[in-house]
């Protein structure tokens, strides 16, 4: 593919994501996302409908909003096969995402990065009102994306998950963010995992469950204590055994307060989003 179509040339996403008619906002279906009612237009054709997009076989958008906590927007990204919806996403990526795509051994690692990173590119030029090949990206010392217009820093604040046919992205107008989802299967090393990430409190709750409650639970805590380590950007320093969950939150609570035992003057707010299809949570920093 020519590199000029793979990118969309100087060009605002915004006006590519075009936003069609949902008077019934539909309820979702088992394993699909709903109300997804925004359909991508090739970047030489401007002149079309949302309506005549849908309906000659442009792909709906793949994203949706999930959930608005604070001022950071959740997004779930729907990362089910769909041919028609990798195109597209596929012309939105520039050439360092082209090469770092050819780099997945395998097709399921591989949608999900092309399909979350297209979602992402039109999330952020929407929101800092940008050309698409204005937008790149950089890497934090510890290992955190930031992004950058016309190769300066922007303060915006995100991050992305996927596990399985689920995606997230988060974004904040400022601070750190951070999510995680995750589909519930138990794992061979189960007792392992739960050993070198949760505290004391957290393995004894877990130690007094069996079955489904368990699991259940593991991923609850495990996806909260991801999302706030991937907020707090110190990849690797920080032990996720040295921190717990809230009781309050362990208890059934859907968000709680956080303090990490590195910065004792942040805050930290963490939120259950999971739902019978996958567990997952986002954490962001609270501004005082």
């Known amino acids: 593919m020519a590199a000029r179509q793979r990118g969309v040339r100087c060009r605002d996403l915004a006006r ?12 979702r279906a088992p394993g699909r996302p709903g109300r997804l009612t925004a359909s991508i237009v090739p970047p030489n054709d ?13 792909p709906a958008a793949w994203w949706e909003t999930l959930k608005t906590s604070g001022s950071v927007t959740v997004f779930h990204v ?9 195109s597209a996403a ?15 051994a395998y097709a399921g690692p591989r949608r999900q990065f092309t399909l979350c990173r297209a979602a992402l590119r039109a999330l952020l030029t929407s929101h800092l009102g940008c050309c698409n090949d204005q937008l790149s990206f950089g890497i934090a010392p510890h290992g955190k994306p930031f992004a950058r217009l016309r ?3 922007v303060r915006v604040g995100f991050n992305v998950s996927h596990g399985g046919r689920h995606g997230l992205i988060a974004l904040a107008a400022e601070g750190r963010v951070g999510v995680d989802v995750e589909e519930r299967v138990e794992h061979r090393n189960f007792d392992l ?5 949760f505290g004391p409190e957290e393995r004894a709750e877990l130690a007094a469950l069996d079955g489904a409650p368990r699991l259940h639970l593991f991923f609850r805590l495990w996806t909260m204590k991801e999302a706030l380590l991937k907020a707090h950007g110190a990849g690797l320093v920080l032990e996720p055994t040295a921190f717990e969950i809230p009781r309050a939150v362990r208890e059934g609570r859907t968000d709680g307060t956080v303090v990490l035992p590195d910065s004792p003057g ?5 939120e259950d989003l999971g739902d019978d299809e996958y567990a997952a949570a986002v954490a962001y920093e609270l501004h005082r």
Not at 78 to 86: K, M, T, V
Not at 266 to 270: C, I, K, L
């Open 16 to 27: 590519a994501v075009r936003r069609a008619p949902d008077p019934a906002r539909p309820g």
């Open 46 to 58: 401007r002149s079309r409908s949302p309506v005549a997009n849908v309906s000659s076989g442009v």
């Open 78 to 86: 729907d990362l089910a096969e769909d041919s028609a919806r990798e």
């Open 90 to 104: 596929l012309a939105l990526l520039d050439e360092a995402e082209h090469r770092r795509r050819r780099g997945f």
């Open 151 to 153: 190769g300066e820093p």
């Open 193 to 197: 995992l739960v050993d070198a990430t």
């Open 266 to 270: 942040v805050s930290w707010h963490v």
